[in-house]
């Protein structure tokens, strides 16, 4: 007997949870979306917009590693229904999720540094990459980049190639990695467009990246 | 610098391809129907590239840091079997 009125209980604790939205928030809401009848100096539309746009943004960041949780606003992820929390039904942890929406390590520490090269003298890098390999580059029989790669391109790409890219090493603390951009980002020595980047590493420094 | 290896192999292994093989041979390809070209030097992404004909000789090197071992010298006819230039 008490556990059937424990249940009749929930019922009604759920109706009347749910009760504004079936019955009367309905139309509430359609009314707030007309100038006419929702006389605000809010606009639900443009507010709707941001938050869509807030939570396009989250879902763009993730890029597909997940889904997101509770909506708007969270930043818990996991694989069950969009919005639908940590119900049951949703597979692994937390824990689980959020790594698998985090990019891998690197494989090898390198950074970009100031070099000496026999082209340009000391300079850094990345100004090599695009003193050699930019665009507008007048030296010939090298790789390019393609017209509109910018420094964070480029260092974008470098980056995915230190997380992603199949690294070959080259002696005593130099590596040679070589990574598959999904796009084409340039031309080979050949001039034929390409997808592939190939970044040389010696003891840690970024030396040189090129399409190839 | 590219660490590792000798100039040649890290030369062949990390820069030699189709494209390149392409250039080098047009150079020997001009030598053979001109005495008069001397000599060609080819920079590519990380190592340059110079045929002497004269002395007959090619010269690898490594263009990216260039330092006291930065280079090699190998016969004409021992680069071009080398780099399967024929």
């Given at each position: 007997m008490g556990g059937a009125a424990s249940f009749l209980d929930g019922v009604q604790a759920t109706r009347d949870y749910f009760a504004p939205y079936e019955y009367t928030q309905g139309q509430r809401v359609a009314d707030s979306f007309s100038s006419q009848t929702y006389p605000g100096d809010v606009n639900p539309i443009k507010d709707y917009g941001t938050t869509a746009a807030k939570y396009a943004l989250q879902v763009a960041l993730i890029k597909g590693a997940g889904k997101l949780a509770a909506g708007p606003g969270s930043s818990v992820l996991v694989e069950?229904?969009?919005?639908?929390?940590?119900?049951?039904?949703?597979?692994?942890?937390v824990g689980e999720n959020v790594i698998k929406a985090l990019p891998a390590p690197r494989q090898i520490d390198a950074s970009w540094s100031a070099s000496s090269y026999k082209?340009?003298?000391?300079?850094?890098g990345i100004e090599h990459v695009f003193y050699r390999h930019g665009p507008g580059s007048g030296f010939a029989n090298v790789s390019k980049f393609s017209k509109g790669t910018s420094v964070n391109d480029v260092s974008t790409f470098v980056d995915n190639a230190l997380r992603y890219g199949k690294i070959t090493p080259s002696g005593p603390g130099g590596h040679v990695i070589e990574y598959d951009?999904?796009?084409?980002i340039g031309v080979g020595i050949s001039g034929i467009p390409t997808s592939k980047i190939k970044v040389n590493v010696p003891?840690?420094?970024?030396?040189t990246a090129f399409p190839y | 610098m590219i660490s590792g290896g000798t100039i040649m192999e890290r030369f062949i292994i990390h820069e030699l391809d189709d494209s390149i093989r392409s250039i080098l041979r047009g150079a020997l390809d001009e030598r053979k129907l001109s005495r008069s070209v001397l000599c060609r030097e080819f920079e590519f992404n990380c190592f340059g590239v110079a045929l002497d004909f004269e002395k007959g000789i090619v010269r690898v090197q490594d263009i990216l840091c260039p330092g006291e071992d930065d280079f090699i010298d190998v016969p004409i006819q021992d680069f071009i079997v080398i780099c399967a230039l024929e």
């Open positions: 069950g229904v969009p919005g639908g929390g940590i119900a049951s039904g949703t597979k692994g942890t082209k340009g003298g000391v300079m850094t951009a999904g796009k084409v003891n840690g420094v970024i030396l | -």
